[in-house]
């Protein structure tokens, strides 16, 4: 079970932290995901993490102002984004997989579990 939050209405330039909270078999053994969907808009990757931590991967809108961490002693997975954008205005989804492949990482379609989403709004 994924549970994201942290959303919110936030202004241009500033940051944010999602957390999305895991239990049970995907707490600390699967890779974790982000993903974003604007209105009208295809499910985009924004960032993974392997289970160990040390690998992580980035989507190319947020690459260089953006950071995914995990906490598996929490069980919960970060995602922090800075300099928002009006264009980084989603719903941001978390995800989790036991055994997704580098080249299917971007593919939303591949991943097993899914979170309920969380709201981001960047305006001014």
């Known amino acids: 079970q994924l549970q994201a939050s942290g959303g919110g209405l936030v202004q241009p330039g500033d940051s944010l932290r999602l957390s999305c909270a895991t239990s049970?078999?995907?707490?600390?053994?699967?890779?974790m995901g982000w993903f974003r969907q604007a209105p009208g808009k295809e499910r985009e990757f924004v960032a993974a993490?392997?289970?160990?931590?040390?690998?992580?991967h980035y989507g190319d809108s947020v690459k260089g102002r953006s950071t995914i961490s995990r906490d598996n002693a929490e069980n919960t997975v970060y995602l922090q984004i800075d300099s928002l954008k009006p264009e980084d205005t989603a719903v941001y989804y978390c995800?989790?997989?036991?055994?997704?492949?580098?080249?299917?990482?971007?593919?939303?379609?591949?991943?097993?579990?899914w979170g309920q989403g969380t709201l981001v709004t960047v305006s001014s």
């Open positions: 049970g078999r995907t707490s600390s053994t699967y890779t």
């Open positions: 995800a989790a997989d036991s055994g997704i492949i580098l080249s299917s990482l971007r593919n939303p379609r591949l991943w097993a579990f």
């Open positions: 993490i392997r289970r160990n931590g040390g690998t992580r």
